[in-house]
């Protein structure tokens, strides 16, 4: 069962180590909570469901990480240390965004939030919605419009980018 659930993960991530890694995760799951299985589908059928969300965090955990780009003539150490000063504080400090928690119960927020989705491209600004908002599974979005699940995975990430970008410039760039 082993080489399946670890070729699926392969199929899903593309990356050796990360599909390891996910795999152990999921038996190291079932084997935590075996009391967990209700007997209500295959052993195999239940494994691999909770590959399918253990596989769903790596994704999202390796979209969060930005690789650096090394040029030829510097090594990665040297890139690295470029991005800090001397005594260890970042170069360019990010733009705080203030209490999360008082900005969500902003009425003016939703109106910006809307604001840009509608500036968001149709179809993008859909699959938006019903990941984040009616918080459909990606199968769901896929079978709805269409899609391949990998692309979907790339709209959400344009889309988040694009969000990201007009609410820093007309809702928490106004804070500062």
């Known amino acids: 069962m082993r080489p399946a659930l670890l070729r699926f993960a392969l199929l899903q991530l593309r990356n050796d180590t990360l599909a390891e890694d996910a795999v152990q995760d999921a038996l190291l799951a079932i084997l935590e909570k075996p009391e967990n299985f209700a007997g209500q589908s295959s052993l195999r059928t239940y494994v691999i469901g909770i590959l399918k969300y253990k596989i769903i965090d790596c994704l999202r955990a390796s979209s969060k990480e930005k690789q650096l ?80 699940t990998s692309n979907v995975w790339v709209v959400l990430y344009r889309a988040r980018l694009r969000l990201r970008e007009c609410l820093d410039l007309n809702w928490f760039g106004k804070q500062a």
């Open 69 to 148: 780009q090394v040029e030829d003539d510097e090594s990665e150490a040297d890139l690295i240390d470029s991005l800090f000063t001397a005594d260890g504080h970042t170069q360019e400090r990010p733009r705080a965004w203030g209490d999360p928690d008082a900005t969500l119960e902003q009425k003016d927020f939703f109106k910006v939030m809307e604001i840009c989705l509608e500036k968001l491209p149709e179809k993008t600004a859909r699959v938006f919605m019903m990941r984040e908002w009616l918080e459909l599974d990606t199968e769901e979005i896929c079978k709805e419009l269409a899609l391949t």
